[in-house]
T-cell receptor, first 111, second 112 residues
Framework: KQEVTQIPAALSVPEGENLVLNCSFT??????LQWFRQDPGKGLTSLLL?????REQTSGRLNASLDKSSGRSTLYIAASQPGDSATYLC??????????FGQGTTLQVKP | NAGVTQTPKFRVLKTGQSMTLLCAQD?????MYWYRQDPGMGLRLIHY???????AKGEVPDGYNVSRLKKQNFLLGLESAAPSQTSVYFC???????????FGSGTRLTVV
């Protein structure tokens, strides 16, 4: 059974810091890994998708990597801004199509 | 292009009542999902479908039923609502396992 864990559960940093959010999964047969952002009371916004054959993806100040052999993915946020404050969720998909989420990391970036 | 649309957005039910949540997508996606999100529990998969006419159980299927009679619609039914089903429900869809997932804006359900 695939389990996805995110560490830390919460993180508070001053504006401008570079930071790393961690996601680990138990089943290396993971197919894709996707990072989402969720603002309070809102839905999920897709940030980055790393497909099975890829090792990383970049979008602006965000970079996500995937290491299937170690069961880990990281989301790197460069030069953090107060607008980055949100909950970040990672989700891994299996070859059967199931998508399993971690519990998220709540990020606060202080001005 | 609406993406994934969930109706209703809010609903209050009395214990024992039934209701159906509708998820509609206009992207011709094969895969569709229903999740519930509860404080401290994260997003948990209720049921999912990998194509028209197919459904499968997720992590927390008890008390829910689903149907995928048309490719664009995925219905989630509560036959006899219980307070434990108070939650925010999200629907998602994907072209297939190689592609990313698009989420609806959610349905906030309260069972009293």
């Amino acid at each position: 059974k695939q389990e996805v864990t995110q560490i830390p559960a919460a993180l508070s940093v001053p504006e401008g810091e570079n930071l790393v959010l961690n996601c680990s999964f138990t089943d290396s047969a993971i197919y894709n890994l996707q990072w989402f952002r969720q603002d309070p009371g809102k839905g999920l916004t897709s940030l980055l998708l790393i497909q099975s054959s890829q090792r990383e993806q970049t979008s602006g100040r965000l970079n996500a990597s995937l290491d299937k052999s170690s069961g880990r993915s990281t989301l790197y946020i460069a030069a953090s801004q107060p607008g980055d404050s949100a909950t970040y969720l990672c989700a891994g998909s299996s070859n059967t199509g199931k998508l399993i989420f971690g519990q998220g990391t709540t990020l606060q970036v202080k001005p | 292009n609406a993406g994934v649309t969930q109706t209703p957005k809010f609903r209050v039910l009395k214990t024992g009542q039934s209701m159906t949540l509708l998820c509609a997508q206009d992207m011709n996606h094969e895969y569709m999902y229903w999740y519930r999100q509860d404080p401290g529990m994260g997003l948990r998969l209720i049921h999912y479908s990998v194509g028209e006419g197919t459904t499968a159980k997720g992590e927390v299927p008890d008390g829910y039923n689903v149907s995928r009679l048309k490719k664009q619609n995925f219905l989630l039914g509560l036959e006899s609502a219980a307070p434990s089903q108070t939650s925010v429900y999200f629907c998602a869809s994907s072209r297939d396992r190689n592609y990313g997932y698009t989420f609806g804006s959610g349905t906030r359900l309260t069972v009293v």
